[in-house]
């Protein structure tokens, strides 16, 4: 769904193959681990903010 990071590379039909204008423009983002998301989850949100499912 969203593709490779550098758009180069992503397969058609993709966001990023899509819609990035290069790999720093990539238009979304995808956290590479259950860390990194909850570490940039925190720049965005404050924990009252926060449903867990």
């Keep these: ?4 990071t550098n758009p180069e ?12 204008l290069s790999q720093r423009e990539n238009s979304v983002h995808g956290s590479d681990s ?12 404050a924990d009252s903010e926060i449903c867990n499912y």
């Design 9 to 20: 590379n992503a397969e058609e039909g993709t966001i990023r193959k899509d819609f990035a």
């Design 1 to 4: 769904m969203i593709g490779a």
């Design 34 to 45: 259950i860390e990194s998301a909850n570490r940039e989850i925190a720049y965005f949100f």
